[in-house]
T-cell receptor, first 111, second 114 residues
Framework: DADVTQTPRNRITKTGKRIMLECSQT?????MYWYRQDPGLGLRLIYY???????NKGEISDGYSVSRQAQAKFSLSLESAIPNQTALYFC??????????FGPGTRLTVL | AQSVTQLGSHVSVSEGALVLLRCNYS??????LFWYVQYPNQGLQLLLK??????LVKGINGFEAEFKKSETSFHLTKPSAHMSDAAEYFC????????????FGTGTRLQVFP
């Protein structure tokens, strides 16, 4: 089984809808991250969490919110989706040596 | 602030040829550096990393990279390309004295021709 899982893998939604992307990990890592990937822009950090009570904004947090329900779960929400939030979203965990482990990604399309 | 520049958004090589993907970084503190690979419709997989110690780092699938502080570079190489190496490659630097977040380059897509 994968160490970092994301659901759903693909989602098509309409402008204005609320969307939640979920991430679960079995690696036991405290630190978790949400990135978005856009062609030609690489990956950019949306939010990150050092533990359940420590959540921080990344470089592109506007329009997004997160919830760290437990050490193993870190959800990303789009309160009112807009077309320029169409992207590939990745969740990641970090081990104490600095390596990050990525989930398979969620492809989100906002019409 | 830290940053990463990957020169060349697309690189094409013939099977069996040398692969060279360029990465330059900017960091005010000693960096941790990473190369990740992304195969089509998949997540990112770590190829190799430099933290401390030996500056020539060997990774999976025959790749290696050399940390050159004087040139602020961390170029990725493989002596002989294989068709299965076709993928997108990302260089990243870790903000290890701050948030530990990864700062990624914009990626290089490697094509391998028979």
């Amino acid at each position: 089984d994968a160490d970092v899982t994301q659901t759903p893998r693909n989602r098509i939604t309409k402008t204005g809808k609320r969307i939640m992307l979920e991430c679960s990990q079995t690696k036991g890592h405290d630190r978790m991250y949400w990135y978005r990937q856009d062609p030609g822009l690489g990956l950019r950090l949306i939010y990150y969490s050092f533990d359940v009570k420590d959540i921080n904004k990344g470089e592109i947090s506007d329009g997004y919110s997160v919830s760290r329900q437990a050490q193993a779960k870190f959800s990303l929400s789009l309160e009112s989706a807009i077309p320029n939030q169409t992207a590939l979203y990745f969740c990641a965990t970090r081990d104490p040596r600095g390596e990050q482990f990525f989930g398979p990604g969620t492809r989100l399309t906002v019409l | 602030a830290q940053s990463v520049t990957q020169l060349g958004s697309h690189v094409s090589v013939s099977e069996g040829a040398l692969v060279l993907l360029r990465c330059n970084y900017s960091s005010s503190v000693p960096p941790y550096l990473f190369w990740y690979v992304q195969y089509p419709n998949q997540g990112l997989q770590l190829l190799l990393k430099y933290t401390t110690g030996a500056t020539l780092v060997k990774g999976i699938n025959g790749f290696e990279a050399e940390f050159k502080k004087s040139e602020t570079s961390f170029h990725l190489t493989k002596p002989s390309a294989h068709m299965s190496d076709a993928a997108e490659y990302f260089c990243a630097v870790s903000d290890r004295y701050g948030t530990d977040k990864l700062i990624f380059g914009t990626g290089t897509r490697l094509q391998v021709f028979p």
